[in-house]
């Protein structure tokens, strides 16, 4: 069965910039999260989306927001970007009971350079 | 502030060897404690979980020890392979149903032949 896809997988954005990243969850699955890795803050927690409703939010500024559609891909926004944007975003299915092991499927991520 | 800290940042181990990370988190409410591995290229992967009802878990060659008064727990590799070459992020959670993980910084593991 098909993994988790994220598109693009690269890209170039200059400061002031906004970007959408998308993300497309394994079938069945209805939790997307969202995380940030970069070399110095290492996997960060964005947000967490189920049945289109975001149940859990990190410490990050509202520049970073997103959404998920009834077919539960999910789309992730960074506007006005900063250099410290420039990122690995990942993004990561499950499939969102709330008993049970939480085990996260994710995929290869977008790479994000913010010149 | 760092919520779960781990240790080494990298480690050189011969093939045959046995690999050992170290994590240590602050959080007392943590309650799930699983262990993701990351090639170049491509998303973390789950290894292994642990709640802390158990103190050790092993599955095939790698095994977590937890020790609960300490909040402290390990991934030990046994007969590390030059396949096992990846970098490892331990990581905490609270509550069976959150999808909200705090990852330690990763252990990056070179096992030469």
């Known amino acids: 069965k098909a993994g988790v896809t994220q598109t693009p997988r690269y890209l170039i954005k200059t400061r002031g910039q906004q970007v959408t990243l998308s993300c497309s969850p394994i079938s069945g699955h209805r939790s997307v999260s969202w995380y940030q890795q970069t070399p110095g803050q290492g996997l960060q927690f964005l947000f967490e989306?189920?049945?289109?409703?975001?149940?859990n939010k990190g410490n990050f500024p509202g520049r970073f927001s997103g959404r998920q559609f009834s077919n539960s891909r999910s789309e992730m926004n960074v506007s006005t970007l900063e250099l410290g944007d420039s990122a690995l975003y990942l993004c990561a299915s499950s499939l969102g009971g709330s008993s049970g092991a939480n085990v996260l499927t994710f995929g290869a991520g977008s790479r994000l350079t913010v010149l | 502030q760092q919520q779960v800290k781990q240790s080494p940042q990298s480690l050189i181990v011969q093939k045959g060897g046995i690999s050992i990370i170290n994590c240590a988190y602050e959080?007392?409410?943590?309650?799930?404690f699983p262990w993701y591995q990351q090639f170049p290229g491509k998303g973390p992967a789950l290894l292994i979980a642990i709640r802390p009802d158990v103190s050790e878990k092993k599955e095939g060659r790698f095994t977590i020890s937890f020790n609960k008064s300490a909040k402290q727990f390990s991934l030990h590799i046994m007969d590390s392979q030059p396949g096992d070459s990846a970098t490892y992020f331990c990581a905490a959670s609270i509550g069976a149903g959150s999808y909200q993980l705090t990852f330690g910084k990763g252990t990056k593991l070179s096992v030469i032949p």
């Open positions: 989306y189920f049945s289109e409703t975001q149940r």
């Open positions: 959080n007392t409410a943590f309650d799930y």
